[in-house]
């Protein structure tokens, strides 16, 4: 399974709890940690472990190996790292706060439109 398999995976997952804002970056050429970043955010804190548990559920069962997760007893910024893929899974509360996005401003966006909608 590719990084950009991975990261559909992981992004039907977190959409499968309702995660909110769910968006791609593509960090392929910017970044040695992942190839991708996934990053959503839950309401409150037991959707944000929700959305996390899910995912790693989800990669357990696609035998896709949880190298770490951390955060997850906090539920404020749950990371899970999935080797070539990273989820960030927030509290709304931080999202805005460590704006991911525009620190990673220089990656571009991957549309998932079309996964999340099958």
Not at 70 to 86: K, P, Q, S, T, Y
């Amino acid at each position: 399974m590719n990084g950009r398999d991975i990261l559909t995976k992981v992004a039907k997952a977190a959409d499968s709890k309702r995660a909110v804002d769910v968006i791609a970056l593509n960090m392929n050429g910017i970044s040695l940690i992942a190839d991708y970043f996934l990053i959503c955010h839950g309401n409150s804190d037991k959707q944000v472990q929700a959305i996390a548990r899910e995912i790693k559920d989800q990669a357990a069962e696609l035998e896709i190996d949880v190298k770490r997760m951390e955060g997850f007893d906090e539920a404020r910024w749950v990371l899970i790292d999935l080797g070539d893929v990273v989820a960030h899974v927030f509290h709304k509360d931080e999202r805005g706060y460590y704006n991911l996005e525009r620190l990673w401003g220089d990656a571009p966006s991957v549309d998932l439109t079309s996964e999340l909608n099958q």
